[in-house]
């Protein structure tokens, strides 16, 4: 096993961290979509009746743990595939020649990542609180702030395996449509996934979104299709073998830094 | 025993070769230089030796350490000066420094006098807090050159550094360029366009074409291949092989009026033979004198004349022709 560089880790965390503060009007521009979703769906559906929500659960409270999912989704997975940006930058160079570990790079950007990821989504989460969303105490703040940091690994890892078999950003519509879209619509987001026709449920389960979502459900509002455990287990189990993976595949990427 | 060593290397890339089989030693503290046209393969040659490339074939060691199997601790033991600069344009070039600084380990104080330091040597201490996206492309090439100048690695490439950089910058940095080699006893190895560079600078240098190094010697010995002054007589008439009868004079050449006459040490004989041409009644109406250049050297071993900038028509055809 390559030394891990602690400092490295911390350079590279930092670099993100004056990114996000420097670029702060992005930060607050990626919030839009997600507010858009729990106002437009989360308050124009609240009074329906949509099959397999429990009764007295409004909607609104229902959706905010798929929204933020689906920001973990995108964040992580475009923080991910930040790497080919980099590359096209030229500045994926510097970082490949310097004697830090792949290995170490790898956890730098996981880190640096997920951190701008569970700022955005704990925003979400203040942000309901307008739309009447009840902000859980800190037992469970903490429980959700978990299954966010685990979601987030898990597609940060996944981000990181894709780009690092990428040649450059013109994949990205093709990553989009064939990868985060699906395991967006797959996770049960917006409705549970009981819901779904007999032939599409069984791929939700290899989904480690739906685990993802469910377990913050469980956690936020009481509600789930599974035990918030079984969630957490499952969850972790794809979080690892992912990243297991895609540092596998970045460490052997042979010209990544070309 | 060199400190890089390199035998056979070739890459392809598809249907190009670039790299064709080259093969070359650096001794330890060498400053070596890699002249080549446009396409030659010099970067492709550093990206090899730097780990961002696998060679397609043949061996190299960079520090003892083998290109295909010992990739960290070649990492450990050079620095870079990319030819496209690599710079976080998002970050302002203290942080990019820093950024650097941190990913080499360096100690906080060392850091800071260092940065400072070689701030003021490429003249950005007064833009250092702004965006490197601000910055115009001197500057950051300044950068990128700072930012390789700044972890004194055992080994220092520099692919192209001073491209583009006005005259007054580019002695400025080759002066530091000579401090680190000879202070530090750094080795360093330099591609280049510019042919006072590679002369100023390298105590060798290898002239590569077409993915091949078609000569390698010192600046002096590279010169010498070329031969001697020549001393240029403008003239009305006159027969040229007279002059022959000077001793010193090696050969004489005539173009439309010109005499050109092969010598050693022109500068020194030019008044013998003016005198000489006075005592036979040919009359000069100029003079001129002629040095070898490395310029010269690379026209004999390339057939071509340095191009600066890419993409002429010629160059083109000559590169698919490669094929
Ligand atoms: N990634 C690549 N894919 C395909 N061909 C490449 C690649 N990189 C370089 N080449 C080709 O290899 C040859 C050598 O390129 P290289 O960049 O090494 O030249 P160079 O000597 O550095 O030229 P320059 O003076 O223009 O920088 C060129 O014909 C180039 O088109
Ligand atoms: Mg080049």
Redesign the interface.
């Known amino acids: 096993m390559k030394p891990i560089k602690i400092k490295a880790i911390y350079i590279i965390w930092l670099r993100e961290m004056r990114r996000i503060w420097r670029f702060k009007s992005e930060l607050i521009g990626s919030l839009v979509m997600p507010v858009m979703f729990l106002v437009f769906l989360g308050l124009g559906l609240n009074g329906a009746a949509v099959p397999g929500i429990p009764r007295g659960v409004s909607y609104i409270d229902f959706i905010m743990a798929g929204v933020i999912g689906m920001t973990l989704l995108f964040n992580s997975m475009f923080g991910g595939m930040d790497l080919l940006w980099e590359k096209e930058m030229g500045f994926l160079k510097e970082v490949m020649v310097s004697p830090v570990s792949r290995l170490s790079i790898f956890i730098g950007k996981v880190v640096a990542s997920s951190t701008t990821s569970i700022i955005e989504s704990v925003m979400i989460l203040l942000l309901g609180m307008l739309l009447g969303f009840k902000f859980p105490d800190f037992g469970r703040f903490m429980l959700t702030l978990m299954f966010m940091l685990v979601t987030s690994f898990t597609f940060l890892g996944l981000g990181l395996a894709i780009s690092s078999r990428m040649k450059d950003t013109q994949g990205f519509p093709v990553v989009m449509n064939f990868v985060i879209f699906p395991l967006f619509f797959l996770s049960g987001a917006f409705y549970p996934v009981e819901a779904l026709p007999g032939i599409l449920r069984p791929l939700c389960y290899f989904d480690p979104l739906t685990y993802g979502v469910d377990g913050m459900r469980a956690v936020l509002i009481g509600v789930s299709s599974m035990p918030p455990i079984l969630d957490f287990a499952v969850l972790s189990l794809f979080c690892l073998a992912i990243i297991l993976i895609g540092v596998h595949l970045f460490e052997t990427g042979s010209d990544i830094g070309n | 025993m060199g400190i890089i060593e390199a035998r056979e290397l070739v890459k392809k890339f598809k249907s190009i070769t670039a790299v064709d089989g080259i093969s070359f030693d650096v001794p330890q503290g060498e400053l070596f230089g890699i002249l080549g046209p446009n396409g030659a393969g010099k970067t492709t040659t550093i990206?090899m030796l730097?780990?961002?490339?696998?060679p397609t074939s043949g061996s190299a060691f960079v520090a003892g350490f083998d290109v295909y199997r010992q990739r960290?601790e070649i990492?450990?033991s050079?620095g870079?000066v990319?030819q496209?600069?690599?710079?976080?344009?998002?970050?302002t070039g203290r942080?990019n420094l820093?950024?650097?600084a941190?990913?080499?380990?360096m100690p906080g104080k060392l850091m800071r006098d260092r940065i400072k330091e070689i701030l003021k040597l490429v003249e950005l201490s007064g833009r250092a807090d702004d965006?490197v996206e601000t910055y115009s492309g001197g500057m950051r090439r300044r950068l990128e050159i700072a930012?390789g100048l700044m972890h004194r690695p055992k080994i220092l490439f520099m692919d192209e550094p001073t491209l583009g950089l006005d005259a007054q910058t580019r002695r400025r940095i080759w002066e530091y360029i000579r401090v680190l080699n000879k202070g530090e006893k750094i080795t360093i190895i330099l591609t280049t366009h510019y042919m006072e560079e590679a002369d100023f600078l390298c105590e060798r240098v290898g002239i590569i074409d077409r993915g091949r190094i078609v000569a390698m010697d010192s600046p002096e010995n590279l010169k010498g291949i070329i031969g001697s002054d020549s001393v240029t007589l403008d003239v009305d008439s006159g027969d040229c092989g007279l002059f022959e009868q000077l001793g010193f004079v090696k050969s004489c050449g005539k173009t439309g009026g010109l005499f050109s006459l092969n010598v050693e040490d022109g500068e020194g004989k030019i008044p013998e033979i003016m005198l000489f041409a006075q005592a036979h009644g040919i009359k000069v109406r100029r003079v001129g004198l002629k040095r070898p250049s490395l310029e010269d050297v690379f026209l004999k071993f390339t057939g071509t004349k340095i191009r600066e900038g890419s993409g002429t028509e010629e160059e083109e055809e000559e590169e698919t022709g490669r094929q």
Do not use: G, P, Q
Request: glycine share 0%.
């Open positions: 990206k730097t780990t961002l490339l696998m960290d990492r450990e050079i870079i990319f496209n600069v690599a710079l976080d344009l998002y970050m942080e820093e950024f650097h941190w990913m080499y380990d965006l930012r």
